[in-house]
């Protein structure tokens, strides 16, 4: 089946240690996204990529980075430089700007 | 700009009853308009969306959603409340790039 997976489900981060949170798709979609959600919150973007070997920062993008080397994987980097990164992170996916975008189940991230 | 406000943060039904969750937006443009729900720890599923074809749309498990441009709004609605239906929902508008605008998300609890 076609889906977006993200890997892992649950992490756990030490104070200071940089984490990276997988997400891989088999849509054959070259946008591809990733929000935090905080309770009580909607979701906010940090970055987004429209295509291979190319991204833009989202609205809170401080702290973060990712990479875009092939077109099913879209890997973040939760860096030591975010100060609060305890939040639940999606990925998702769209074919074009305006269509639907396809989620992941998200990973929660907790520091410790 | 775009953007999208949900108009309760919460909403309490009665297994049985209609419901009803309000969504209203502001666009520039003809946006494209997107409903979808998130159970507890979940990614989110699509329930339906308009992208300027029929005004009154129709998605999965018995939602629908009516497009009014002269009152810039999208309320999602269902006739008959399941105590399936309890989680939190989020109206999403595209701003025509390939940015998604959420709302803050609407809990829906269905009571027996």
């Known amino acids: 089946d076609g889906g977006i997976t993200q890997s892992p489900k649950y992490l756990f981060r030490k104070e200071g240690q940089n984490v990276t949170l997988s997400c891989e798709q088999n849509?054959?979609?070259?946008?591809m996204y990733w929000y935090r959600q905080d309770p009580g919150q909607g979701l906010r973007l940090i970055y987004y990529?429209?295509?291979?070997?190319?991204?833009q920062k989202g609205d809170i993008a401080e702290g973060y980075s990712v990479s875009r080397e092939k077109k099913e994987s879209f890997p973040l980097t939760v860096t030591s430089a975010q100060k609060n990164p305890t939040a639940f992170y999606l990925c998702?996916?769209?074919?074009?700007?305006?269509?639907?975008?396809?989620f992941g189940q998200g990973t929660r991230l907790t520091v410790v | 700009a775009q953007s999208v406000t949900q108009l309760d943060s919460h909403v309490s039904v009665s297994e049985g009853t209609p419901v009803l969750l309000r969504c209203n937006y502001s666009?520039?443009?003809?946006?494209?308009l997107f409903w979808y729900v998130q159970h507890p720890n979940k990614g989110l599923q699509l329930l339906l969306k308009?992208?300027?074809?029929?005004?009154l749309v129709k998605g999965i498990n018995g939602f629908e959603a009516e497009f009014k441009k002269s009152e810039t709004s999208f309320h999602l609605t269902k006739p008959s409340a399941h105590m399936s239906d309890a989680a939190e929902y989020f109206c999403?508008?595209?701003?025509?790039?390939?940015?998604?605008?959420f709302g803050t998300g609407t809990r829906l609890k269905v009571l027996a």
């Open positions: 990529s429209q295509i291979v070997n190319d991204f």
């Open positions: 998702a996916s769209s074919t074009d700007r305006s269509f639907e975008a396809f």
């Open positions: 308009y992208t300027s074809a029929a005004t």
């Open positions: 666009s520039s443009y003809s946006p494209s």
């Open positions: 849509l054959n979609h070259d946008a």
């Open positions: 999403v508008v595209s701003d025509g790039t390939y940015k998604y605008i």
